[in-house]
C-alpha cells in the first residue's frame, strides 16, 4: 500500500479550503455578508452561509482543476442539492429563523482559473 494517499488527500483538503478562502473573499467584495462557514450536521455539510440582501444564502463551493470530470457546477446534482436542502433546514430550525425568511440556494463554481457565481442555481427540493 502506498503512503501517497494520505498526503494527496491532504492536498485536496487544503486545495478545497484555498479555494473556499477565494470564494468568501470574492463573495465579501460582491457584498455578501457571510455568517458561517463548513456548517456541519448529522445531514451534512453547507461550505458557506450568509446574507445577499434579503437573503438567507446558503453556498456550495465545487472546485475542478479541469473539465476531465465535467464542470465544477454539474457536480452539484439531485442527491447533493436534496443533502444541501436538508442541512439548510437543520440550520434554520437550530438558528430560529421562520419559514418567512427568504432563502436562497447559490453554487460558486471555479474551474480551473475561473469563478462564477450562480445565484439560485437550484430550488429548495425534499426528494
Known amino acids: ?8 488527500q491532504m492536498n485536496n483538503r487544503e486545495k478545497g479550503a484555498q479555494k473556499e478562502e477565494q470564494v468568501c473573499a470574492y463573495l465579501i467584495s460582491e457584498g455578501v455578508r457571510i455568517t458561517e462557514r463548513n456548517f456541519r450536521c ?26 476531465g470530470r465535467g464542470s465544477a457546477a454539474e ?3 439531485p442527491a447533493k ?18 419559514e418567512n425568511t427568504p432563502i436562497r440556494f447559490d453554487v460558486v ?4 482559473e475561473s469563478l462564477s457565481w450562480i445565484k439560485n442555481a437550484f430550488y429548495y427540493v425534499t426528494r
Open 1 to 8: 500500500m502506498s503512503n501517497l494517499g494520505p498526503a494527496k
Open 42 to 67: 448529522r445531514q451534512g455539510e453547507i461550505d458557506i452561509i450568509g446574507y445577499d440582501g434579503e437573503y438567507l444564502v446558503f453556498f456550495e463551493v465545487k472546485y475542478r482543476s479541469s473539465r
Open 75 to 77: 457536480a452539484v446534482g
Open 81 to 98: 442539492q436534496r443533502r444541501i436542502c436538508r442541512v439548510a433546514d437543520y440550520y434554520r430550525v437550530v438558528h430560529h429563523f421562520g
Open 109 to 112: 463554481a471555479i474551474d480551473g
